[in-house]
């Protein structure tokens, strides 16, 4: 296995997370009835999905859906060894891979080269509001925060929050700077999660999960990132100031962040 993916916690009966080194990116798996799954935006090098792949069969179980996220390169992948299961999006974001395809496609190969790209964001449209699966309910909480179409997944039977590119204790909030309103369509995203009934356990697409409490901390500290944001005070905000080396692009976000807001 390789050694650069953590293999998956059980963090909730039958939920587990993955994480791949880079980015810190998080793997989910639900399992559901007869060792059918659902896997929520497998990443994230080649090598990591084939690790999970060979986690997956180990274990019995065997995607049945699939979902992405947000159409973001690092949250659309797949690999033969996963199967062919049906996978899917929100609308939007399904519309946004399919459009940007040339530009994520140019990403993959730079940022995590050896992917089958013939299996490179295939996700359809979802219709309604839960992913159709014969496992635990997952309901999806549709914003623009972050992304266009971003689908977070809330499994209620279980209070998980699988939140995507959102609540995260690594990366600060990143609006989609190319939406009308970034700083606002992103409150939106961010009040709908906090709204969100149940949640004992939050996991973020990039760092670590958290439980109600720092769910609760999280929604706070990215309250506070936005208002800074708006009123173009300076931030203390911890994961800017004691991010390591490698977190350096995050401190240039930031930048663009102030820049875009004092442009406008
Ligand atoms: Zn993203």
């Known amino acids: 296995m390789s050694a650069q993916w953590i293999a998956p916690d059980e963090i909730a009966p039958g939920v587990f997370v993955a994480t791949a080194q880079q980015y810190t990116t998080t793997t989910t798996i639900v399992a559901g009835p007869d060792g059918g799954c659902l896997l929520i935006d497998p990443a994230v090098t080649a090598a990591d999905l084939a690790a999970l792949a060979g986690w997956l069969s180990a274990r019995g179980l065997r995607p049945v859906a699939g979902w992405s996220t947000h159409p973001h390169w690092d949250h659309l992948l797949w690999s033969a060894a996963l199967g062919p299961a049906p996978r899917h999006a929100t609308a939007p974001a399904a519309a946004v891979a399919a459009r940007e395809m040339p530009g994520l496609l140019r990403a993959v190969g730079e940022s995590a080269p050896g992917h089958d790209l013939t299996l490179f964001a295939r996700v359809e449209p979802l219709a309604g509001g839960e992913i159709d699966w014969p496992g635990p309910r997952a309901v999806v909480c549709q914003h623009d925060a972050h992304a266009p179409g971003h689908g977070a997944v809330l499994l209620p039977e279980h209070g998980v929050l699988i939140a995507g590119d959102m609540l995260s204790d690594i990366e600060i909030p990143l609006p989609d700077l190319d939406a009308p309103d970034p700083v606002g369509g992103y409150r939106h995203g961010l009040e ?6 149940g949640v004992t356990l939050v996991v973020p697409g990039h760092g670590h999960v958290g439980d109600q409490a720092e769910f609760r901390r999280r929604v706070g500290a990215d309250r506070a990132y936005l208002d800074a944001i708006e009123s173009g ?9 004691d ?8 401190r240039a976000e930031h930048a663009r962040h102030r820049e875009h807001r004092r442009s406008r």
Do not use: G, H, Y
């Not at 709908?192 to 009934?197: E, N, R, S, V």
């Not at 991010?243 to 995050?250: G, K």
């Open 192 to 197: 709908l999660l906090a709204a969100a009934p």
């Open 233 to 241: 005070a300076d931030t203390a905000d911890p994961r800017l100031t």
């Open 243 to 250: 991010a390591a080396p490698t977190q350096e692009w995050l």
